[in-house]
């Protein structure tokens, strides 16, 4: 009898990920107190197996908080490869409440120093995580569209409370204009003649949308768009770059 170890191996990662995709799904819905059981069952796979790969609850926790840290440093490294150093913090901050708003109280879990968790594997992708924020965060400092007083901690602070903000919201599109109000509080302040739409004269400046010339006003937050259509098509286009 010939023992393919090849084979082997690439079913054990396959039923992995199939355990750690039902522990995501059923944890979501029912909590961290999901017994090792239901979560077999929608992995369609025996408890036997899911003791094989994660013999405690708490390594199947750990082993989902890094896999939740893991996808958020990748989205991170897309934007960094994609986007302008401004438009690559804040769309990763949005990804970063996007995506824990829909993963229950994963977030929280991660932030708090619990000294309980042996946390080898989430202890890593946990660092990971903090550098692409790190490096996101600076380089939108250096590029003038962040606030120079804030700090990697005061970020992930303010995207724990959008979270719950977000979590505890019924109508999720409001959820999310309140966020973006939020967030826009780490921009740094501008002027009228500093703003980016402004361009060729004092008081005229361009729809980011269709280019159209605008009117800036002294006070009150600077016009972006020409109407609400543009406004809308924008706002389409973000929505697009989220995480689903």
């Not at 995501?24 to 408890?47: I, N, T, Y």
């Not at 989205?75 to 229950?104: C, H, K, M, N, W």
């Not at 400046?205 to 924008?234: D, F, K, M, N, S």
């Amino acid at each position: 009898m010939t023992t393919v170890i090849g084979g082997d191996r690439a079913d054990a990662r396959r039923n992995r990920a199939k355990v750690l995709a039902a522990a995501v799904e059923a944890m979501a819905e029912q909590g961290f107190d999901v017994p090792l059981g239901e979560v077999a069952r929608r992995a369609g796979l025996g408890a036997g197996t899911v003791y094989r790969h994660f013999p405690s609850k708490q390594a199947l926790l750990e082993a989902v908080f890094a896999q939740h840290l893991d996808d958020l440093v990748a989205a991170g490294e897309r934007r960094t490869a994609r986007y302008a150093p401004t438009e690559a913090f804040f769309g990763f901050v949005q990804d970063v409440i996007e995506l824990s708003s829909r993963r229950g109280q994963i977030c929280e879990v991660v932030a708090a120093d619990d000294a309980s968790w042996p946390r080898p594997v989430l202890t890593a992708s946990l660092l990971r995580f903090r550098q692409v924020l790190t490096a996101l965060l600076h380089a939108a400092q250096r590029a003038g569209g962040v606030r120079a007083d804030l700090v990697p901690d005061d970020v992930i602070a303010l995207g724990v409370g959008c979270v719950s903000m977000l979590t505890t919201r019924r109508d999720r599109p409001a959820g999310l204009t309140l966020v973006r109000l939020t967030l826009d509080g780490l921009r740094t302040p501008v002027s009228v003649t500093e703003h980016p739409a402004f361009r060729d004269r004092p008081g005229a400046a361009h729809c980011e949308e269709c280019g159209a010339a605008l009117t800036i006003h002294p006070t009150g937050r600077p016009v972006r768009y020409c109407g609400p259509t543009c406004r809308q098509r924008a706002r389409r286009r973000r929505l697009a770059d989220y995480p689903r």
